[in-house]
């Protein structure tokens, strides 16, 4: 299973990003699907996740990202708004996943994209 990430960039204060996650491959359903975030010198942390339950998100992004996912397509969206300089990190998709030869279910990663949030 691959999990390809993009829509990062550098945007000013205020601004807005759309990140964007698919994931393809021996995936036999998807549990859940979230986004988190590692600054420079710090831990990755949850922003938002979804799952059949709901949403959930980090308190330092509620209101202002909002999760989606089109499970027709086997993706998950990060809209972000009035972003702040601390919301710069690198951001990685992950997805709950179910593989089709063992009906296991792992953790998969995507590669990252970089959000930089400066003026």
């Known amino acids: 299973v691959q999990l390809q990430a993009s829509g990062g960039g550098s945007v000013q204060p205020g601004g807005y990003l759309r990140l964007s996650c698919a994931a393809s491959?021996?995936?036999?359903?998807?549990?859940?699907m979230g986004w988190y975030r590692q600054a420079p010198g710090m831990r990755r942390e949850m922003v938002a996740v979804?799952?059949?339950?709901?949403?959930s998100y980090a308190g330092s992004v509620q209101g202002r990202f909002t999760i989606s996912r089109d499970s027709a397509k086997n993706s998950v969206y990060l809209q972000m708004t009035n972003l702040k300089p601390e919301d710069t990190a690198v951001y990685y998709c992950n997805a709950v996943v179910v593989i089709t030869t063992t009906h296991n279910e792992y953790d998969f990663w995507g590669q990252g994209t970089e959000v930089t949030v400066s003026s």
């Open positions: 979804i799952t059949g339950r709901g949403t």
């Open positions: 491959g021996s995936i036999f359903s998807i549990n859940g």
